[in-house]
């Protein structure tokens, strides 16, 4: 595959476009060739360059706290069992207009304490010798940069993780919530289809006085589009492992934002390897225009993760641990790539790209048309990574669960 991308380069830009400045410049003055269907919708404000300065403005600073809304659960489902119809039309309905919904009560006491346990054993059996993670995707056990750099000794092993990666891949415990449990699965196949992959699945620990997590749309950096779904054809879940607040980072949403399409997103620092966690909109909503999420442990948020969200810092001595899993069609297409380089066409859908590296064993996230020798360090690389794992079409019966 890289070969023939070489061969493809070649009669385009000799100079592949590895600038992230270029990228943004072309992409807002460039349409897709009509070959390429279907691409995201670009929000008009998508004009500018990119955005970077030395210490960022923050997206969550605390004065803001008081100026949010905090949602009110009226129209929240209790999510115990696997949902009925009448449940999963009301999800649905939610997801499309407001761009999410919330279950209540989803794992239970005993789930959420195995799940807890199962972290902290993946963290402790990670080799010790962890080297700062310098290219290519995160390792499972992502330890904060902060920590590999020696900037910051945390008290404990496991407080010094920022998320684990890829968890359906590498565990097989939260594979079966993952790709298994009809619970998480019914609401995404109600609004997306029988035929899916998981293209991303973490844990996000978010220890105790670590920072923000900037508002961004996930599909700015997955760039999906469906010919039916468009831009809203990924939908993720976020699980609650602790209680979630405004004092330890809770989720907080920008209702009906994913109506506007892709919004202009960019690095507000340099360009490093670990620079793809500041990547954000350029410009984040006004308070007012948000909803903080308070979740107890076993709440999940259910999105479409073209709608802007983000974390607050954690400035508690509190632990704020989340599943996260992301769904797609087989049918999605990535879009044109994101340097506008015509001579990288994507022409497959994600399922036909998952059947073709599924049995690379050597490089299990291939990226879509992307060649190793570029050395792309921009973070729109995300883009084309191969969806993680395949779900399986829902069973005739299914099992409260399993």
């Known amino acids: 595959m890289a070969h023939a991308l070489r061969e493809r380069m070649s009669v385009g830009d000799k100079t592949p476009n590895t600038s992230f400045d270029k990228c943004w410049s072309l992409a807002s003055q460039k349409g897709p060739p009509s070959s390429v269907l279907p ?25 803001h706290n008081d100026r949010r809304q905090i949602h009110d659960g009226s129209k929240d489902v209790q999510g115990d069992a696997i949902l009925e119809e009448a449940q999963l039309a009301s999800l649905s309905d939610s997801v499309r207009t407001r761009g999410f919904a919330v279950v209540r009560n989803m794992l239970t006491p005993e789930e959420i304490a195995s799940l807890k346990d199962e972290i902290s054993r993946s963290v402790q059996e990670w080799p010790t010798d962890v080297q700062p993670h310098t290219a290519g995707p995160p390792p499972f056990v992502d330890f904060d940069p902060a920590v590999t750099s020696g900037k910051i000794v945390p008290p404990t092993r496991e407080l010094g993780v920022r998320r684990l990666f890829r968890i359906a891949t590498n565990n097989a415990l939260m594979r079966k919530y993952c790709v298994e449990d009809e619970r998480f699965l019914a609401p995404v196949r109600a609004v997306l289809g029988d035929d899916l992959v998981l293209i ?18 996930d599909q700015g950096v997955f760039r ?35 109506k506007k399409g892709i919004v202009h997103h960019g690095l507000p620092v340099a360009l490093s390897p670990t620079a793809h966690i500041h990547y954000s909109v350029k410009e984040p909503p006004a308070p007012e225009d948000t909803i903080a999420i308070p979740m107890e442990p076993g709440d999940a948020l259910f999105f479409d993760v073209a709608t802007v969200h983000g974390t607050g810092p954690n400035s508690s001595e509190r632990r704020r641990r989340a599943l996260q899993m992301q769904y797609a069609p087989r049918d999605a297409r990535p879009t044109k790539c994101p340097t506008d380089n015509d001579a990288i066409q994507v022409t497959r859908t994600v399922g036909e790209v998952f059947d073709e590296v599924a049995d690379d064993k050597s490089n299990p996230t291939s990226w879509f048309d992307c060649d190793a020798s570029v050395q792309c360090t921009e973070p729109q690389y995300w883009s084309f990574r191969k969806p993680e794992m395949e779900i399986r079409k829902p069973p005739s019966q299914a099992i409260p669960g399993t």
């Open 39 to 63: 691409r995201i919708k670009l929000s008009s404000e998508t004009t500018s360059g990119p955005f970077r300065m030395a210490t960022p403005p923050p997206h969550f600073p605390p004065e």
């Open 224 to 258: 999906l589009a469906h010919e039916r779904l468009g831009a809203s054809c990924v939908l993720g879940w976020w699980v609650a492992l602790d209680t979630a607040d405004l004092g330890n980072g809770c989720m907080v949403i920008a209702p009906e934002s994913q």
């Open 200 to 217: 991303q699945s973490m844990a996000l620990l978010k220890p105790p006085n670590t920072g923000e997590k900037r508002f961004h749309q």
